[in-house]
């Protein structure tokens, strides 16, 4: 019975043409009863069921000439309103030219009723038809959005009907074809008419459209280009429809992720599903934003037993509970006793190191809580996995430790020479070097929304301040992709694409929230050991492997019993910024 009350486009038109019938019988006779001051002849009636068949036959032909019928109740617009009158000029035209020609049928016939009912017909019509948005008016003034979907597939005609179902508060009013050459333009889906994309400009401002719809799949520059085009036309708002399981699909704000994301062309899910599956992984760190979209990750690619360790416990059951068939494990990798006892327990074949202090800021103001935490926290897992006989361990690094400026990087870097020049014995031993990840923890993205939330005005350290950009999905595959590849002692780099800079991001997204009138953006100063670029590359020695985005750094030899009696010296100085200075001579500390 429901179904039966659910709107269609044949119901709709079937709805108003019955209405419009009605109306024009209402009008006429009251053209009559003004015509003859409420004392119609009876003569006159002899004739005025043939003038309201031609007339309303005439009315609802032009009506749906002008595609007043495909109009949705609700969301009846000016244009719309304009497109009546000019139905009603061609139908009462056409009645003229019809009484011109066979008067002798219409005798007798009142000439001037025509013109009453003419200006009774819009008046009635056009108020039935407005009624319902002035009524909803202002319970919808917010909700309901005037929009135009780009883009002419099966998931347009889906955004319509969830439309006047009320599924979502947005009214397609347009279509724009992106690919104008599929001779779709001028063409109409459930009744709303596709044009080119080119044409976009003009039908925004006819019809007073506030946001859009992506519903075509579109590459990274194609979809960038459509963004600035519609925020330069005044759309801000801008959706984007995702697909959720094999039937169902929801809007989602277009991202700052979706614009700027560098996406590898390269992934090898097949190298990387043979890799883990039905492997016992164990992941440290495994509740930060790296570690948890490894673990994620290792969960699709079917390994068997999955471990996840970490010294945060929120952290820890947050990831637990998106995998509830892993095991948790709270213990701080630093303690090398602890971290031996969970590498024996688990009997892992692969081990992924994430976890570390990553902020540079705060490394800077607590240099021993990084060094402990990054260096000495790395060592305890990199020697449990030679004195387990692990078969590999992966160990996350960055881009930072490339001739490093801050605390930060220069633990990492400690950590890549040593498990570069370790005795790893059967254990394959693997650092990975990559640059900033979108939407992470410590990502600037997080920030700049709450800032542009708050009315701003948005920070940035630099004008001239740039960093690589990947998702962190993608770049966590490519970490694996490294790890299967590699046969022990490489450390890797990812290619992450051209460098954006920071101002850039932040205008761009100062505009997908339309408030380039509203915010400013202030520069603060490099804050104490950041980098107005980060380097991926040390040198041109790099190798490359088959895959695009993956290289091999050069090797860096140091001799291993200075470097374990250096490393001893680190962790026990008080001047750890010194140490750090000797181990990695390239340190320049920025502060």
């Known amino acids: ?64 000439l002008f595609r007043t019928y495909a109009v949705i ?35 007798p016939f009142p000439r001037s009723v025509i013109i009453i009912d003419f200006f009774l017909s819009l008046i009635f019509i056009g108020t039935f038809r407005v009624s319902k948005r002035v009524l909803t008016e202002g319970r919808h003034r917010q909700l309901v959005k005037a929009t135009v979907i780009i883009g002419v597939n099966s998931k347009t005609a889906t955004m319509i009907q969830s439309a006047m179902k009320n599924e979502i508060d947005y009214y397609p009013v347009a279509i724009a074809a992106v690919n104008e050459n599929e ?80 996406h590898p062309q390269d992934l ?8 883990i599956k039905g492997k016992s992984v164990l992941i440290t760190g495994a509740g930060g934003s790296i570690g948890s979209e490894i673990s994620r990750q290792c969960e699709a690619f079917a390994a068997s037993v999955l471990t996840l360790a970490d010294n945060s416990e929120f952290n820890l059951y947050q990831i637990g509970e998106q995998i509830p068939e892993a095991t948790l494990r709270l213990v701080n990798v630093c303690d090398a006793k602890t971290t031996e006892t969970l590498i024996s327990e688990v009997k892992p074949d692969i081990v992924i190191h994430a976890a570390a202090y990553k902020h540079v800021p705060i490394c800077e103001e607590n240099p021993s809580a990084a060094v402990v935490n990054n260096v000495q926290g790395t060592k305890s897992v990199i020697d449990s996995c030679i004195s387990l006989g692990v078969q590999k361990l992966v160990i996350i690094s960055t881009d930072k430790a490339v001739r490093p400026t801050n605390v930060m990087g220069a633990t990492k870097r400690v950590t890549e020479l040593y ?26 993205i997080p920030k700049f929304k709450q800032q542009i939330e708050a009315g701003g005005p948005v920070t940035v350290t630099d004008k001239e301040i740039t960093r690589y950009f990947m998702l962190i ?12 590849i590699a046969k022990g002692g ?44 980060e380097e991926l590359l040390l040198n041109e020695e790099d190798r490359k492997t088959k895959y695009r985005s993956i290289f091999i750094a050069s090797a860096t030899y140091y001799e291993l019993d200075k470097l374990k009696k250096d490393i001893e010296l680190l962790l026990t100085t008080e001047n750890k910024v010194a140490m750090l200075q000797k181990i990695v001579p390239e340190f320049v500390r920025k502060n």
Not at 86 to 106: E, I, M, N, Q, R
Not at 474 to 482: I, K, P, R, S
């Open 419 to 444: 498990a570069q020049n370790v005795e790893s014995k059967s254990t394959e031993i693997v650092a990975v070097r990559f640059g900033n990840v979108l939407g992470s923890s410590g990502s600037v």
């Open 268 to 275: 090898d899910t097949t190298l990387i599903s043979s890799f």
């Open 1 to 64: 019975m429901s179904r039966l009350f659910q709107p269609t486009s044949l119901k709709r038109t079937l709805f108003f043409m019955v209405s419009d019938i009605v109306l024009s019988l209402l009008t006429l006779l009251f053209a009559y009863e003004l015509r003859f001051n409420f004392a119609i002849e009876a003569r006159f009636f002899e004739t005025f069921w043939l003038v309201l068949t031609v007339l309303a036959g005439l009315k609802l032909a032009s009506l749906y």
């Open 73 to 107: 109740w609700r969301f009846f617009s000016f244009s719309d309103a304009k497109n009546i009158i000019k139905a009603h000029l061609l139908a009462y035209g056409v009645f003229v030219l019809l009484y011109l020609l066979f008067s002798d049928s219409f005798n």
């Open 473 to 484: 999905p993608e770049a966590c595959q490519l970490v694996l992709q490294t790890a299967a």
């Open 183 to 262: 001779n779709t333009t001028n063409a109409y889906i459930n009744n709303v008419k596709v044009y080119a994309l080119s044409a976009l400009k003009s039908v925004v401002e006819e019809k007073s459209i506030v946001s859009a719809i992506i519903t075509e799949p579109l590459d990274q520059v194609a979809l960038k280009t459509l963004a600035e085009t519609l925020n330069h036309l005044g759309i801000f708002e801008i959706k984007k429809v995702k697909l959720l399981g094999s039937e169902h699909e929801k809007l989602e704000d277009i991202s700052i992720e979706d614009l700027l994301a560098r």
């Open 490 to 533: 490489e450390l890797f780099i990812l290619d992450m694409g051209e460098p954006v800079k920071i101002i850039d991001l932040a205008r761009q997204m100062i505009r997908l929230y339309g408030k380039e009138e509203e915010i400013d953006i202030i520069f603060t100063g490099l804050r104490p050991g950041e980098k107005l670029y």
